[in-house]
């Protein structure tokens, strides 16, 4: 049994049938302590919250939720009521483009697991200065192509320790599907934030098609979040 619960609440109007979220749910848990514990030694024990109930005190939350308008409209929120981790999953705009909620799912999941605060880093000293990583384990290669099935479910891969530590070399796993041959490599699609300690210009995002790429994080992203000081983040309610 694992010290961290995790309740999974289902507000989406287009994932209706209990069913594909419990199977979901059932491979998010085999996910977690069969594949991702034993590699970061971070376990949990997930649930499905039924219709009406609320999470019991003390669970972090995994919330399913429609597209980033309508979670705009209840509010981009980064710990429950409790000061406790939030993760959300937008379903329906994983529909509209063409992604399985599951994997999104998995991505948000495994992340809040290994950076619960989002505010982990791994320093990378370079000739001049260096560069903090930041602690996320699922944007290096989070295409969908690179994920694997559990029981007929999408999951995402996922990096290891090793793809934080530069002194590794080309033999060491990387990443669960072994599809990363050295650290800080993102396959096609991935992407990582970092921050230049040097030029201090605040958190920048790279991305396997374009080297220190700056853009504006998306609201309620885990890189929004990153910059918005603990004191200031806002609690939420189911």
């Known amino acids: ?68 308008d309508q979670a705009g409209a209840l509010g981009y929120h980064d710990v429950t009521k409790d000061g406790l981790p939030l993760g959300k999953i937008f379903a329906k705009t994983d529909q509209t483009y063409g992604q399985q909620w599951s994997g999104t799912a998995s991505h948000e999941l495994l992340e809040m697991l290994a950076d619960p605060n989002i505010n982990l880093t791994v320093f990378e000293e370079q000739t001049a200065g260096g560069r903090l990583y930041a602690y996320e384990v699922c944007d290096a290669c989070e295409a969908e192509k690179f994920g694997y099935q559990i029981n007929g479910v999408l999951m995402s891969d996922f990096v290891y320790p090793s793809w934080f530590e530069s002194f590794r070399t080309s033999g060491t796993q990387f990443d669960f599907m072994k599809k990363i041959k050295s650290p800080f490599q993102l396959l096609a699609g991935g992407y990582i934030g970092f921050y230049d300690v040097q030029a201090g210009s605040g958190w920048q995002q790279q991305t396997a098609e374009k080297v220190n790429f700056r853009s504006r994080p998306p609201v309620g992203s885990r890189r929004e979040r990153r910059s918005v000081p603990l004191g200031q983040r806002i609690a939420s309610t189911v």
């Open 1 to 68: 049994m694992a010290n961290i619960k995790i309740a999974v609440i289902n507000a989406s109007t287009v994932i209706t049938d209990d069913k594909e979220v419990k199977k979901v749910v059932d491979a998010l848990q085999i996910q977690v302590q069969r594949d991702f514990a034993p590699a970061w030694g971070v376990d949990a024990d997930l649930r499905v919250v039924p219709k009406g109930k609320k999470p019991a005190a003390g669970e972090w939350w995994l919330v399913i939720l429609d597209n980033s």
